[in-house]
Nanobody, 123 residues
Framework: QVQLVESGGGLVRTGGSLRLSCAASERTFSANAMGWFRQAPGKEREFVAAIRWSGSSAYYADSVKGRFTISRDIAKNTVYLQMNSLKPEDTAVYYC????????????????WGQGTQVTVSS
């Protein structure tokens, strides 16, 4: 069973930066798309960003456009989320997602999920 292993979460002040990483446990794992979702306390899970493994296209939630950048390292089978200009409202558990098709921003039908990593932005 393939696992997605996230890292890079933590505590940062408003305006700071963090980089999240998500690596598949098996080098032979080949998803067509990977992405990130987040869930804040008392709120529903929401889409953050996604990228096709070919790297040809990436898409973002409006709330993070211009601040977050998703990228991937094919050789390492890893996807990254660079988060800049962080705000307190970015505080959430961030989940990595992988799919053999595409990443549906609703989160429905995702093939694999990571265990989540906490990001806390202090004001």
């Amino acid at each position: 069973q393939v696992q997605l292993v996230e890292s890079g979460g933590g505590l940062v002040r408003t305006g700071g930066s963090l980089r999240l990483s998500c690596a598949a446990s098996e080098r032979t794992f080949s998803a067509n798309a990977m992405g990130w979702f987040r869930q804040a306390p008392g709120k529903e899970r929401e889409f953050v960003a996604a990228i096709r493994w070919s790297g040809s296209s990436a898409y973002y939630a409006d709330s993070v456009k211009g601040r977050f950048t998703i990228s991937r390292d094919i050789a390492k089978n890893t996807v990254y989320l660079q988060m800049n200009s962080l705000k307190p409202e970015d505080t959430a558990v961030y989940y990595c997602a992988a799919d053999f098709g595409s990443i549906d921003p609703s989160g429905h039908g995702i093939d694999y999920w990571g265990q989540g990593t906490q990001v806390t932005v202090s004001s």
